[in-house]
């Protein structure tokens, strides 16, 4: 499962990233659903900020809505204990079967790297590449 943070599920507004495109060209091999598209996971924790954000105005607001639109429409909602979003990624990210990690968060790629899972992120422009621990 590829689990996504927040900023992960705003890509497509505020970095002009087609996500779901750029994860389908740069993992092979990960757990695909009966229909074929990978199994991507959010925790609940991410979906609630999304919402809280897209409550407000401007572009922030649009990311956060896309975001959640996305979150709801292609991911699977994850539960846990987390009272917050990263640490609620950090939760996920050791207890369910997770293979990669998508977050632009610097302080958070780096506790997942140290834990050994797979981080991708935003490189050059709009694109996105993937850091192995």
Request: aromatic share 0%.
């Amino acid at each position: 499962m590829i689990l996504l943070d927040a900023n992960a599920l705003m890509m497509p507004v505020e970095c002009d990233v087609r996500v779901f495109e750029e994860l389908d060209r740069l993992v092979e091999g990960v757990e695909r659903g009966d229909d074929g598209p990978l199994a991507l996971g959010v925790p609940r924790a991410v979906v609630a900020e999304l919402e809280r954000l897209a409550e407000g105005a401007g572009e922030e607001a649009t990311a956060a809505s896309v975001g959640l639109d996305l979150a709801r429409g292609r991911c699977r909602v994850l539960d846990h204990e987390a009272d917050h979003g990263d640490a609620a990624v950090r939760e996920c990210a050791r207890r369910e079967s997770v293979t990669h990690a998508v977050t632009n968060d610097a302080a958070l790629k780096r506790e997942l790297l140290a834990r050994g899972v797979p981080v991708i992120s935003l490189r050059a422009g709009n694109k996105l590449a993937v850091t192995q621990p």
